[in-house]
């Protein structure tokens, strides 16, 4: 079927308005501390991996001399369990005296001076997740000014501990406040997560207006079993995430685990390219002074990153589920090029999944596909048959430009099933 002029309304700029602070026009790209070290407070035992200012200064160092900042990823984002217990005098968030002893505003210069942003955590309840103290709504002015004068750049406002109608006026009075300081500071939202990610319960229009990112969904864990859980809930929900996504305005599927413990290279090769062809934010929470090189160059993949930022931010989505346990996903991107992930979910062996871009729905035409992952150059006809060998758990992706730039309006809006292919004379890549 080809009713590509459904999907590219769907992506009119015309229905959803993002908020207006002018950041985010691309997915935010960063570190993000809590799934690789959660709560750790204790400083005494475990200095090096507890939450404290040095923690963030050594992941300021890293981002900035290691070569990730200048592929886009400058948010170092402190989440729970960095503030005192007690207010200040003046009733402001206050952080622990003993683990921050420099004071918030001085690592927030610390992280400007190399070029990257800092970004905070707080909770619109009584209490953050971790029973730090919340932000609840007469807090919320005070706390965004505090942010404010202390320049961070980004808050990630969780939802523990406050019921359905505090988070109701709760979220949107927070985007005021911090419009209100006139500091452009990036705002992530968890109000959806915290009523089931879907409409009627969840307005996306309205999230789109005050929040410049949202979680919709559980907390991912450092396992492949957590991966495919976000990964069956965001694409088995593409029809109501895709429209509501866009410059300034994105779906948050959560941290990229890649470095970390629970993933192998194709599972991390498969999250950074479905994290990609979602649009999805680039937090990565990983310990950047010890990762590995394999899970480095995934991460510092400039095509993959090329995709995920791509300035149109059409979310994508999956195209094709086939019973034999392949998938294939697909986003529109710029310059009237696309993006294919193959995907296997089978445990045997590399599956030798064959079919052609026509079968894809592409329209007539030749094709010059660059494989992400292996970095090689392949040209084809849409008519051509091709076989992808795709590792179990793992992805092959391709960067796709057409020279011909010739009917393109005729992609489509895909998403039905299909049975294997019949076996065919195929192009072997
Ligand atoms: C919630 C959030 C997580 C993290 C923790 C901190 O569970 O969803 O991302 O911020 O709180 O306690």
């Known amino acids: 079927m080809h009713v590509a002029v459904l999907l590219f309304a769907s992506a009119l700029p015309l229905t959803i308005v993002a908020l207006d602070n002018g950041l985010m026009k691309t997915p935010p790209m960063g570190w993000l501390a809590w799934e690789r070290f959660r709560c750790d407070v204790d ?28 592929l886009g990823y400058v948010y170092v984002n402190i989440d729970d369990c960095w503030s005192s217990m ?11 005296p003993k683990r921050f002893p420099g004071g918030i505003h001085k690592l927030a210069r610390y992280v400007h001076d190399r070029g ?15 029973g730090y103290p919340g932000t609840p709504l007469d807090k919320i002015k005070i706390d965004a000014q505090t942010f404010a004068d202390w320049e961070v750049d980004m808050l990630k406002y969780d939802g523990c501990y406050s019921n359905v109608t505090e988070q109701e006026q709760g979220y949107p009075l927070m985007s005021e406040a911090l419009n209100a300081t006139g500091r452009p500071i990036g705002y992530s939202c968890s109000w959806p997560a915290y009523q089931g990610g879907l409409p009627p319960k969840v307005n996306y229009t309205q999230l789109g207006k005050i929040c410049n990112l949202w979680r919709n969904y559980g907390d991912i864990q450092d396992s492949w079993d957590s991966v495919l859980n976000v990964i069956d809930w965001f694409f088995n929900n593409q029809e109501v995430l895709i429209p509501v996504a866009g410059p300034g305005r994105w779906n ?5 685990l890649i470095g970390d413990f629970g993933l192998s290279m194709d599972q991390s090769r498969a999250q950074m390219a479905l994290w990609a062809i ?15 090189s394999g899970a480095r160059s995934i991460l510092q993949n400039k095509m ?12 994508g989505r999956r195209i094709v589920k086939e019973k034999n346990g392949i998938e294939v996903f697909w986003r529109p991107l710029s310059s009237n090029a ?17 079919t052609s ?25 849409d008519s051509t048959d091709f076989v992808v060998s795709v590792n179990p758990s793992g992805v092959v992706m391709w960067y796709l430009s057409s020279p011909a730039k010739r009917h393109l309006r005729q992609f489509y809006k895909g998403g039905r099933s299909r049975d294997e292919g019949k076996a065919i004379p195929s192009f072997i890549l």
């Open 43 to 70: 400083c005494e035992h475990d200095p090096k991996n507890c939450i404290s200012e040095n923690l963030f200064i050594d992941m300021a160092d890293r981002l900035a001399e290691d070569g990730w900042r200048e």
């Open 86 to 96: 007690d207010r200040d005098k003046e009733g402001r968030l206050q952080s622990d």
């Open 116 to 130: 990257l942003k800092l970004g905070i955590y707080g909770d619109m309840g009584t209490h953050t997740c971790g």
């Open 252 to 256: 948050d599927p959560d941290m990229l």
């Open 278 to 292: 979602m649009a999805a934010p680039l937090f990565m929470s990983n310990d950047l002074r010890t990762i590995s």
């Open 304 to 315: 993959a990153i090329t995709i995920n930022q791509d300035p149109m931010g059409i979310q």
């Open 338 to 354: 696309s993006a294919l992930v193959f995907f296997s979910r089978r445990k045997d062996m590399p599956f030798r999944y064959q």
């Open 357 to 381: 871009l026509s079968k894809l729905n592409y329209p007539t035409g030749s094709y010059k596909a660059f494989d992400v992952f292996a970095e090689k150059t392949v040209m084809l006809k």
